[in-house]
């Protein structure tokens, strides 16, 4: 697809503005103009249809039934309790389907319609958070680590990864005149964009800062990943890596997950600089022609990775030492309590694909409601959200635990207690109903597979297996599934492309096993693979590494050694 319209209605926008009142005022349609469609992505928020009445509308000549998705800008996924209050106000007086716990630590709202969106970006402004940049060709949401235990470290990373966060965001005041009806200021409609320049970047760019041992953020996913380096428990710099993404078409080998290479180490202070040289290489040399090209991963493909380092070296005035040796142990999150090393408690909740809403499974609105409650009354803890869109409450004194315990068992939100390791560790995007480019279901579809897939390998005596498994309703990727050990991509209504053997570190791409099919399909083909995992692995190999021993697959090798059993 050519990219020239996006450019143009970024050029013409003065600051991200178009006719975005205008479009807000119209009461004709619950839609805005087109090009504003594109614009509102930047204010944080896209303009969405309810797919599962989309035909019924259509018949009886209704328009579809529009709303808006609305995501957070939560750098690390870090809230205070009254911020939760006041977000928990905004889901049940704007939005459906309760608060959604993305892949990168934000939260969405969905279900917004056009009369309310501007109360609804008020209300959360109020909390303090914002969604500006939450989305759009710029630099998005900033991933970081939610590692509980390294409680020191976790300040000092989210610290940086936060001002990195603000250093990177457009200077446009269009946001608050437009939703927060800030005066405009005289003189001009477009404020200097020094980094972004007049039209952004080519396209989305993503940031994420790892703690090792854990890869919760899976920071070999980002455009630019930051690996922490800890000596004697003291952050000395880090390992960046550049050129992640996991976005492809299906039959379109011009685009591909790709897996982000090592740039170098810098130290705490050369991160703002590296990080502006990174995001201006990528502004100055990707692809503003061919749109599905544009992302970092292919203007390295397209340069080298020799040359866009000497790029960044120019611009940031700053040569890169070389690497640090790093290891993952997984990309999981860690259920349960944890001590920090600062005697603070942290709790992390497994939340199916991170939906929050009150229902059979518990009831997660109301209950988490009543922990911020307790939280804020108690005058102490917070809740990150994590990448792998669970939610740890956090930094607890000891004697929070039993009444925050109490609590979770309380509303039912203590499934991490019993849930499988294949459901604690799984990933689902949203897909169907709002994602107006979902091929097949994930979020609904979840726990149903979770279930089918559980007793197939409760047959072979691997109820316990530890197994990532991922599902995303069409191969953008949204839960990463290309990092999964086993993951569904979605291709039609009920059809997936079946890939395996990504390992548990996302630190090696998984690759197709079988194309486009269906439920019977997938379990039959899982169950022969189940059966000599449970026969033939060797002592602790992890699934994604004994189908890559056994050549069920052979997917590219990844950017850190993997030793298989
Ligand atoms: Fe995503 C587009 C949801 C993380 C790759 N993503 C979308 C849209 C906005 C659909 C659209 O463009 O119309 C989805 C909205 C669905 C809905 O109804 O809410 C959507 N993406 C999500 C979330 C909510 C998935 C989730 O289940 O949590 C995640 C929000 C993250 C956030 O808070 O900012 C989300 N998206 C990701 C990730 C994972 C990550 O960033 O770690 C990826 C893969 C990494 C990457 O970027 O390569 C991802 N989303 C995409 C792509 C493919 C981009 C590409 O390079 O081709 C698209 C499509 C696009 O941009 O054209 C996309
Ligand atoms: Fe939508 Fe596809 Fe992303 Fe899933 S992976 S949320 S279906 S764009």
Redesign the pocket.
Known sequence: MSAAPVEDIKRASRGLRGSLLESLADPITGALREADQTLIKYHGSYQQDDRDVREERRVTKLEPAYSFMIRTRTPGGVLTPEQWLKLDRVANDYAERGLRITTRQAIQFHGVIKTELKSTMKAINAALIDTLAACGDVNRNVAVAANPLVSGLHATVYAQAAALSEHLLPNTRAYYEIWLDEERVAGGDEAAEPVYGPTYLPRKFKIGFAIPPINDVDVYAQDLGFIAIVENDALVGYNVVVGGGMGSTHGDAETYPRLADALGFITPEQLIPVATAVVTAQRDLGNRTVRKRARLKYTIDDHGLDVFRAEVEQRSGITLEASRPVDFAHNGDRFGWVQGEDGRAHLTLRVTAGRLQDGEAGLWQTGLRAIAEQLQSDGSGEFRLTPNQNLVIAALRPDQRERIDALVGTYGLDYFRRATPLALNSLA????PT??????E?ERYLPALLEKVEARLARHGLRDADIHLRI????????R?FLGEIALV?KAPGRYNLMLGADHRGARLNALYRENIDEAQILDALEPLFASYAAERSAHERFGDFLVRQNVVKPKPGPIPVVLA
């Open positions: 995007c949203v897909a169907l994602c107006g480019l979902a091929m097949a994930a995303s309703g069409c191969p953008n990727g949204c839960s599934p979605g």
